[in-house]
């Protein structure tokens, strides 16, 4: 991720540092209220009301993309981002909220679940699952984790650009200023931000997050308003916006939306089912007090997608009218191309003159960033708590003051392997581009388990060995696909060769991973009575 701010005042990095500091007192405040024991460190005391598992909820899914990445994307591809991302994604993600998470949230209070790997061995008495599903939910939450590290460090960066001129001078090959010099280097963005994160859910568990998410939340949400609001004013408003960019050619073919097919449009569909799988939302589903806790997080997720992204592509669109008409400058990529990152901070800095609004954004960027890498990192360290060291060592062999302590441990242990990680890909810019690649991969992989968690909630008949085959068709499936899109060899600036006949690889991974749960499921032998009794009686929904 790359946004470029022309200015070198320090206000936008103060802005940024008092946020900060406002997360890590969050943090201390939280962990007044921390009960001391582990279900209260893991999932809140399943407590949470209808308000905060709202805004944790939209906080963790949302990522750095929502701000920058769609202003971007509608900048290259047009307003038809809108119905391709947001608008799946609200209702995708509503259907599986009401369909899924209820159903989950109920036999987890009932059977005192934290996290899915316990779920999962038991619902298909296999602790093998159990295993496995661990190993490849942390693989394909790792990439995840390097998307957020990756991205917080160079936005610091291109955020910090010119403030410190001699304590980080950079200097290009030739001999000329770096375009970025005097900014903050990645390892140092990335370090402070991993620091704050790991600062508040160390202490504060899961409710640190939740707090976090919140604030997080609101953050983001309101900063995107305004920066909408003040560019629209310069533009003289929003039917002027709208004129300027259809006078221009080119911002008129941006704004009919990207030339995709009605397959690949359609397959898209796929994957927001990723959020069914995700182990950080079933912990947050988890911590909701009633089934009713749910009902504002079903209405509003959609209508919170529509606020975030709609007000990021009208920006997107009308900076394709003004960069065709020569009225906005933007960084370009070495093959001359304009950098679509950088569109929201050059239409910021260049129409709004504006430090305190950049540094505002600055940290609403950051705010979705990490509302997604904090919740990630206490689901891994609940996971290797509940799913590995408890199972290994048995249940009553640990007091819960020793169950918190291992999962801090590993939380620590996470975060620096993270950190150690990004700042290995960030030391050449082909590795770091990679890590966003595989950030895409990582949804694709959780949406094809979708079926594996559907089915284990409505079919009765799903067996051990369909769960087990399905985990494992799946796993192979998409490592071949993925080694075909991203380490195989295909015609430079091919994207096409991503799509299989016309479609998205999530849809073909997911039917091969639905069609062997089903197949092998009928024909092997059915669970017994007790496990099916005990998952399907009838769940509380009060």
């Not at 690949?264 to 009713?292: D, E, I, N």
Request: charged fraction near 10%; include cysteine.
């Amino acid at each position: 991720m790359i946004l470029t701010f022309a200015q070198t005042s320090l206000i936008p990095l103060w802005i940024i540092i008092g946020y900060l500091a406002l997360l890590l007192g969050l943090g201390v405040i939280s962990s007044r209220f921390f009960k001391g024991t582990a279900a209260d460190y893991f999932v809140v005391s399943r407590s949470v009301g209808s308000f905060l598992l709202l805004m944790s909820v939209f906080g963790t899914t949302m990522t750095g993309f929502a701000l920058v990445g769609s202003t971007g994307e509608a900048f290259a591809k047009g307003v038809g981002v809108y119905g391709l991302m947001a608008s799946w994604s609200g209702l995708v993600h509503s259907g599986v909220f009401f369909l899924v998470g209820i159903r989950l949230w109920a036999v987890g209070k009932r059977n005192g679940y934290m996290t899915q790997c316990e779920y999962f061995s038991d619902r298909f008495e296999s602790r093998s699952l159990g295993y496995l599903l661990f190993a490849i939910l942390v693989l394909l939450l790792i990439p995840y984790l390097l998307v957020g590290v990756i991205a917080s460090g160079r936005f610091l960066q291109a955020t910090t650009a010119g403030m410190f001129p001699e304590t980080f001078a950079m200097t290009l090959p030739n001999g000329n200023p770096h375009p970025l010099t005097g900014s903050l280097p990645l390892w140092l963005g990335s370090l402070v931000v991993c620091g704050v994160v790991l600062g508040y859910v160390f202490f504060g568990g899961l409710r640190g997050a939740v707090w976090a998410n919140t604030f997080q939340t609101i953050v983001f949400m309101v900063t995107g308003v305004i920066a909408f609001y003040l560019i629209a004013q310069k533009f003289g408003g929003l039917q002027a916006a709208t004129a300027k960019l259809l006078a221009s050619e080119n911002a008129e073919r941006a704004a009919r939306g990207s030339q995709m097919g009605p397959l690949q449009f359609f397959t898209y569909c796929f994957v927001p089912l990723s959020v069914g799988m995700f182990p950080h939302l079933f912990q947050h589903w988890l911590t909701a007090r009633s089934a009713k806790s749910f009902r504002l997080t079903v209405v509003a997720h959609p209508i919170f997608i529509a606020v975030v992204w709609v007000p990021c592509i009208l920006i997107g669109v009308w900076a394709a009218g003004l960069f065709a008409d020569g009225g906005l400058r933007l960084p370009k990529n070495p093959d001359g191309t304009p950098i679509s990152n950088a569109v929201l901070g050059a239409m910021i800095n260049q129409l709004v003159h504006s430090n305190v609004l950049s540094g505002l954004v600055g940290a609403g960027v950051l705010a979705a960033i990490m509302s997604s890498l904090d919740s990630q990192f206490v689901c891994l360290g609940t996971m290797f708590t509940n799913d590995i060291v408890i199972r290994l060592a048995g249940r009553d062999r640990l007091t819960d003051t020793q169950k918190i302590w291992i999962s801090r441990a590993f939380i620590l242990t996470i975060v620096g392997v993270t950190y150690g990680l990004a700042v290995y890909m960030m030391g050449d810019d082909r590795r770091s581009q990679s890590v966003f690649a595989l950030g895409v991969w990582c949804f694709s992989g959780f949406a094809a388990l979708f079926p594996l968690v559907f089915a284990a909630v409505y079919w009765r008949r799903t067996t051990k060995a369909g769960a087990l085959a399905c985990v494992l068709v799946t796993t192979v499936v998409w490592s071949v696909l993925f080694y075909r899109d991203i380490f195989a060899e295909k015609a430079p600036g091919s994207e096409e060769e991503k799509l299989i006949f016309g479609m998205m690889p999530v849809a073909i991974i997911f039917a091969a991973s639905a069609v062997t749960l089903v197949v092998v499921s009928l024909i092997t032998r059915p669970l017994s009575t007790a496990t099916i009794n005990k998952f399907f009686d009838p769940l509380e929904t009060n």
